[in-house]
């Protein structure tokens, strides 16, 4: 079984470097303390699923992003694959097909 918890401690710690904004930053996004975000990203500490959700929403990501990086936009392109590529060829399908 995958360690969520460490893929979810360095997918933090990617988003929020990406972002470039410091612990006590995100701290003060996510209405936490910088010791708490420092301890989540050592491993030394799991966050409640409230304070997954603030943290996401502090670094401005999707919750799924930060256990599978970059969830939410593959999500976003497989949807608009779907709608752009995939539904006309099945009109056009069924336009010829009935």
């Known amino acids: 079984m995958e360690d969520y918890f460490e893929i979810f401690r360095m997918n933090m710690k ?3 470097e990406q972002k470039k904004i410091s612990q006590s930053q995100l701290a003060i996004g ?8 420092g301890q989540i990203e050592a491993g030394t500490t799991k966050p409640s699923f409230d304070r997954i959700l603030n943290i996401a929403s502090a670094l401005q990501v999707h919750p799924a992003d930060l256990f599978l990086r970059d969830a939410s936009s593959s999500l976003s392109d497989t949807k608009s694959i779907l709608l752009t590529e ?12 009935f």
């Open 30 to 37: 996510a209405d936490c303390t910088n010791g708490l975000i």
């Open 86 to 97: 995939l539904v006309p060829q099945i009109e056009s399908f069924i336009k010829k097909r």
């Open 14 to 16: 990617f988003y929020r």
